[in-house]
């Protein structure tokens, strides 16, 4: 099974700076992963799709990257609606996974 | 717009099984997987299984291989997790999602494993 790992766990950020999140996986992807944002009492929303393709209606402040192993959700600047859980996701064989999640806090 | 709604959740003792039901609407249903993920108290999310749109491919998550069947009724756009033997670990939010991939997610219904 496909193991994803995700750093920071915790990211506490002021508003008005970029943030980013690392996903890494145990074998390669390929271009399949997600990134979600679950916020406060939300059930998660997709933010990236495919790696690198922001979902519709999603800001264009978040940003993906990467393939392979090694991917990263950058967010050029921090706003305060941002706050929540960050999760990857791997599609590229079953059983699908998530990383363990970062959580975004304003400072 | 697509509206995924989860039932079926509660309070069970362990052992017991439950049935969740997702009925969906505003979309082509039996052109898409639907996905099944869970969520632990305080915890991460966890994928759990999914169908394809005709039903002919399963998948599911080891921990729950023998002990859940995902399924689907197209003609009522609804897709269903059948619960059994069910232990304390298997207690939390269900969500049901469109998709395989860039999935489209319910509110979610808590399920509870509890003597």
């Known amino acids: 099974d496909i193991v994803m790992t995700q750093s920071p766990l915790s990211l506490p950020v002021t508003p008005g700076e970029p943030a980013s999140i690392s996903c890494r996986s145990s074998q390669s992807l390929v271009k399949y992963l997600d990134w979600y944002l679950q916020k406060p009492g939300q059930s998660p929303q997709v933010l990236i799709r495919l790696g690198s393709n922001r979902a519709s209606g999603v800001p264009d402040r978040f940003s993906g990257s990467g393939s392979g192993t090694d991917f990263t959700l950058k967010i050029s600047r921090v706003e305060a609606e941002d706050v929540g859980v960050y999760y990857c996701m791997q599609t590229l064989q079953a059983p699908y996974s998530f990383g363990q999640g970062t959580r975004l806090g304003i400072k | 717009e697509v509206q995924l709604v989860e039932s079926g959740g509660g309070l069970v003792q362990p052992g017991g099984s439950l049935r969740l039901s997702c009925a969906a609407s505003?979309?082509?249903?039996?052109?898409?997987?639907m996905t099944w993920v869970r969520q632990a108290p305080g915890k991460g999310l966890e994928w759990v299984a999914n169908?394809?749109?005709?039903?002919?491919?399963?998948k599911y998550v080891d921990s729950v291989k023998g002990r859940f069947t995902i399924s689907r009724d197209n003609a009522k756009n609804s897709v269903y997790l059948q619960m059994n033997s069910l232990r304390a670990e298997d207690t939390g939010v269900y969500y049901c999602a469109r998709g395989e991939w860039d999935l489209d997610w319910g509110q979610g219904t808590l399920v509870n494993v509890s003597a």
């Open positions: 169908i394809k749109g005709d039903g002919s491919e399963k």
């Open positions: 505003g979309f082509t249903f039996n052109s898409y997987w």
